[in-house]
């Protein structure tokens, strides 16, 4: 236990609260990784900050879904996760990029998109799965479920789609494999696509 101590404390591995995405990016080159504690945001706020700082992501979950620490089957105590740096021990994985934005977990469209929203205006400084259902189900009976026209490689492949997911890990959110095939590291992201939904066929 003292080792691990020793090494998180270490000048080559800085941890990050990220309560700033610029924290991460602040990071100095040398650092051979950055702790980040929480879930799928704080993962992805600090991934944002590391780009092209050739610094590894340490992920200690303690968030609410933790898809990308639950796709990769990380250690949940401390100490394994410092071990886990100490041995250098690193996982490739592709990150997609939407906008100016780099994601890990994936990218939605249509009722997703409007659901993380409405969780998110409402979201206090602690969170859980639970506080996902009235969001989700105000959004679900509100939601007027505008046509997505979908482009994958450059050939249009829906003009009519209501959900849509670009994803990079099997899991979006902690309930629903939208797209089970994808591989985090084969250099392509999947996509998901729903039609003719409705309040009653979501319900």
């Known amino acids: 236990m003292a080792r ?3 090494l998180l404390s270490s000048p080559r591995v800085r941890s990050s609260g990220c309560e700033q995405l610029t924290q991460a990016s602040q990071l100095p080159r040398p650092a051979a990784a950055a702790p980040g504690v929480g879930g799928d945001g704080t993962a992805h706020e600090i991934a944002n900050g590391l780009a092209g700082k050739g610094t590894a992501l340490a ?3 303690m968030g609410t879904a933790n898809v990308v ?3 990769f089957k990380l250690p949940t105590q401390p100490e394994a996760v410092a071990a886990m740096v100490s041995a250098c021990k690193t996982i490739p994985m592709d990150v997609g990029l939407c906008g100016t ?3 890990l977990l994936g990218a939605g469209a249509g009722l997703d998109a409007a659901i993380v929203a409405k969780v ?3 979201r206090k400084r602690t969170s859980s799965l639970l506080r996902w259902v009235g969001p989700s189900i105000s959004t679900i009976l509100s939601y007027r479920y505008p046509k997505i026209r979908a482009i994958v490689d450059g050939q249009v492949v829906s003009e009519t789609a209501e959900y849509a997911i670009v994803g990079n890990c099997v899991m979006s959110a902690a309930v629903f494999p939208a797209t089970p095939l994808a591989k985090t ?3 392509l992201l999947d996509v998901c696509l729903l039609h003719e939904l409705g309040a009653w066929k979501c319900a």
């Open 59 to 61: 992920i200690l979950a």
């Open 185 to 187: 590291d084969d250099g």
């Open 4 to 6: 691990q101590r020793r």
């Open 120 to 122: 998110e205006g409402g």
């Open 101 to 103: 934005e780099r994601f």
């Open 69 to 71: 620490a639950r796709q």
